[in-house]
C-alpha cells in the first residue's frame, strides 16, 4: 500500500493493484483528457459560436473533485493526463490543480502531465507550469498572420500568444503546434508555418476540421482532407513517414528539409480508433469514451455519492465496458448538422 496524493495534496491510501481498464477490444485505457473548464477568452470559428453559452459555474466540479477523479483513473492505469478546455489556463486557481498532479509524476504513479492551450496565458504560467512537472505542451495556432489570427480567433491577441510561446521555451517546455487545416484560408500557409515551428525546434500536428457543436459557418465550405494537403507539401518537402509516437492520435513523418517532425491527425479521412487508449472526462464530471460518439457516463453522481472510491470505481469500470470500437464522423452537405451536438469546449479537445 503506497499513499496518493488525495485532494490538492493530502495523503490518502492508494494502491497499485487496482484492476486496469481494458475495453472490450482489448485496448487498455491508458491516456486521461480532462477539460478544466468549457470557457474560453477566444471565440475559433470552428470550434464556437460567438455568442456561446456556457455551463452555470454550479455545474462544475470542484478542483479537489476533479484532482480525485484523475488520481481515481491514476490509480486504475492511467499514464499520461492532458489537461484542456475551453482554454484550461482561464480556470480560477487551476495551478492548484496542476501543482496536485505533478506530485503524481514524482511519486511515479504518472509519466507525464500535459496541457493543450490557445497560448494566451502562456505568459503567465510557463514557470509554474514547468516547475510543477509539465515538460511538453500544445499550443493551438492557426496562422502566423495577425490579421487572419484575430478574423479566425475573433477574440484573439496574436502578439500574447507569440509572447507566450517565447516564454514557454524560456521555462523549458516543449512545445507541439496544432494547426487546424481549414479550406480557402491557412491550406496555403501550413508549408510557412512548419518552417516556423522547426526553426524553432518545435514540432506541429495538422488536424482535420471535426462536425462538433453548431457553429454559424457551413464546415463543408472550410472542410480541407489531410491527404490533399500532404501531397501539396511533398511538391516543397520531402516527408518519410517514421514510427514516432506521443500517445495520441498523430501519424508523423519526418521532414528531410528542416529535420523536424509533421504530424497528421484525420479523424474524417482516416479515423485513428484501432489503438485507441483514451477517454475524455469534462469538467462537469461526464465521461466520454469516445470523441465522436454521444455515449458517456456520469461519474459526478458516483464521485458524490460517497468518500470511498469503491463506487466511483464501478462507475468507471461499467463505462469501460461501452467504450465502441470507433466514431463515424461525416461531413457533406447531406448532413445540416454535426455529427455531434455538443462542442469540442465541452468535451475537452
Request: hydrophobic share 35%.
Amino acid at each position: 500500500m503506497n499513499t496518493l496524493a488525495g485532494p490538492l495534496g493530502n495523503a490518502r491510501p492508494f494502491t497499485t493493484q487496482k484492476t486496469p481498464m481494458i475495453d472490450p477490444f482489448q485496448r487498455a485505457v491508458t491516456y486521461l483528457r480532462v477539460s478544466v473548464t468549457d470557457r474560453c477568452d477566444f471565440r475559433c470559428t470552428y470550434c464556437m459560436a460567438e455568442n456561446m453559452t456556457f455551463l452555470p459555474k454550479k455545474d462544475l466540479l470542484t478542483l479537489e473533485e476533479l484532482e480525485r477523479l484523475c488520481s481515481a483513473f491514476i490509480a486504475k492505469g492511467v499514464r499520461k493526463l492532458r489537461l484542456t478546455g475551453g482554454e484550461p489556463l482561464v480556470r480560477k486557481n487551476i495551478m492548484h490543480l496542476v501543482r496536485a498532479l505533478g506530485r503524481q509524476i514524482e511519486a511515479g504513479h504518472l509519466d507525464e502531465l500535459t496541457l493543450t492551450t490557445n497560448g494566451s496565458q502562456l505568459a503567465r504560467y510557463a514557470d509554474e507550469l514547468y516547475d510543477s512537472g509539465v515538460r511538453r505542451i500544445n499550443v493551438s495556432l492557426d496562422t502566423l498572420d495577425p490579421v487572419k489570427f484575430k478574423e479566425i480567433t475573433r477574440w484573439g491577441d496574436f502578439s500574447k500568444v507569440m509572447e507566450g510561446i517565447d516564454a514557454a521555451q524560456k521555462a523549458g517546455l516543449k512545445i507541439k503546434l496544432n494547426a487546424v487545416a481549414l479550406k480557402d484560408f491557412n491550406e496555403h500557409e501550413i508549408a510557412d508555418m512548419l518552417r516556423f515551428a522547426h526553426g524553432r525546434g518545435m514540432d506541429m500536428t495538422v488536424i482535420e476540421t471535426m462536425p462538433m457543436g453548431e457553429i454559424e459557418e457551413d464546415r463543408t465550405d472550410r472542410y480541407l482532407p489531410l491527404s490533399k494537403l500532404k501531397a501539396d507539401l511533398e511538391q516543397q518537402f520531402t516527408l518519410t513517414d517514421i514510427s514516432y509516437k506521443t500517445g495520441g492520435p498523430a501519424r508523423y513523418v519526418e521532414v528531410a528539409e528542416t529535420g523536424g517532425r509533421l504530424g497528421f491527425i484525420t479523424p474524417m479521412t482516416h479515423n485513428f480508433c484501432e489503438s485507441c487508449n483514451r477517454v475524455r472526462l469534462t469538467c462537469t464530471g461526464t465521461l466520454y469514451m469516445c470523441l465522436g460518439q454521444n455515449d458517456a457516463a456520469d461519474l459526478r453522481t458516483a464521485l458524490r455519492a460517497s468518500d470511498d472510491d469503491a463506487y466511483l470505481t464501478a462507475a468507471m469500470d461499467e463505462a469501460i465496458s461501452r467504450k465502441p470500437k470507433g466514431h463515424d464522423f461525416i461531413i457533406d452537405r447531406d448532413r445540416q448538422r454535426p455529427a455531434v451536438a455538443r462542442h469540442m469546449s465541452v468535451t475537452g479537445g
